[in-house]
């Protein structure tokens, strides 16, 4: 992973071992990139469902929190689905693109798109929600 362009990317060893790189983090506007390794495909091949789900919702974290924000609070998922439209490959580079649809109140409403070049691998819509930050 490059430099975190994102201070919730920090600490965040999930997506330093998915290797996440972050080609745009802004407020509401979120690109990243990943290679699917061999140890993210499952017994058919293919990507794992949950590892192509682990990296939408990182693209999901990154468009809802505010890299400038104040740090009282943090936005998390209160749901989220994902629709599976075509299989991804050891080698093959994904790219996710988040975007929000509404921002009313606490709550959010959030698209991510999961490609491999032209190719439509994944749609996933997130809902969120802004809660106090956690005291640790």
Known sequence: ????????LENDRTSEWLGIDVDRADFGDVQIRMVIRR??????????GGIIFAFADTCFALACNDPAGDSSTITVASGADISFVASA?????LTAVGTVLTRTGRSGLYDVHVTSGDTLIAEFRGRSRTVAAPQI
């Open 1 to 8: 992973m490059t430099t975190p362009a994102h201070p919730i």
């Open 39 to 48: 140890e993210m495909v499952n017994g058919f091949g293919i990507a794992h």
């Open 89 to 93: 490959l050891e080698g093959q580079t």
